[in-house]
């Protein structure tokens, strides 16, 4: 049974370019979540995606969208590449909306801006 | 502004011996509380969990303690084990467990 799977792994990337980050869900699981966790904290939790819809949302610039297609995965975009927006990027999924499903974390892109 | 605080960043103990991780938080509107081991080049893992409306939650070597009126949680293991060391991380919500406010983790070392 796959856990939550995302790619890359790494990626460099220079500060004003674009990335996108994936994810597929744990099989069964239906809820994405994007955490950003910066070295020496604790992941942040950035938006939700449900049924195709960002549901819920944490205070993270417009320049942070995501997506999530009709088997589940998602994407995450960030545009405008700032240094700042250095650090490992993680994907979680839940069932329904997980009001009492905790959520099953991936590995992680670890981003780079130069 | 720092809503759940893991005020020790590290924790040495031998293996066997009790571990004690503690956490605090502000918001008195979190009613899950989380905790979640990590180890490196991995994602978090769930751990236990335990609502607002206990106060003791066990799972084999592992029990969470919550203090509501003193905005404190604790994540007991006993007995520790080597494979135990990793980082611990306490998380919180008040949207069940979802959007989860994370703490700064404490890093647990368990010698032989």
């Known amino acids: 049974d796959a856990g939550v799977t995302q790619s890359p792994t790494h990626l460099i990337k220079t500060r004003g370019q674009q990335v996108t980050l994936r994810c597929s869900p744990k099989s069964g699981h239906d809820t994405v979540s994007w955490y950003q966790q910066a070295l020496g904290q604790g992941p942040q939790f950035i938006f939700q995606?449900?049924?195709?819809?960002?549901?819920q949302r944490g205070n993270f610039p417009d320049r942070f969208s995501g997506h999530q297609f009709p088997n589940y995965s998602s994407e995450l975009n960030v545009n405008a590449l700032l240094l700042g927006d250095s650090a490992l990027y993680l994907c979680?999924?839940?069932?329904?909306?997980?009001?009492?499903?905790?959520?099953?974390f991936g590995n992680g892109t670890r981003l780079t801006v130069t | 502004d720092q809503q759940v605080k893991q005020n020790s960043p590290s924790l040495s103990v031998q293996e066997g011996r009790i571990s004690i991780l503690n956490c605090d938080y502000t918001n008195s509107m979190f009613d899950y509380f989380l905790w979640y081991k990590k180890y490196p080049a991995e994602g978090p893992t769930f751990l236990i969990s335990i609502s607002s409306i206990k106060d003791k939650n066990e799972d084999g070597r592992f029990t969470v303690f919550l203090n509501k009126s003193a905005k404190h949680l604790s994540l007991h293991i006993v007995p520790s084990q080597p494979g135990d060391s990793a980082v611990y991380f306490c998380a919180a919500s008040d949207t069940g467990f979802q959007k989860l406010v994370f703490g700064t983790g404490t890093r647990l070392l368990v010698s032989p």
């Open positions: 995606y449900y049924e195709e819809e960002e549901r």
């Open positions: 979680a999924s839940s069932s329904g909306q997980g009001e009492s499903s905790p959520l099953h």
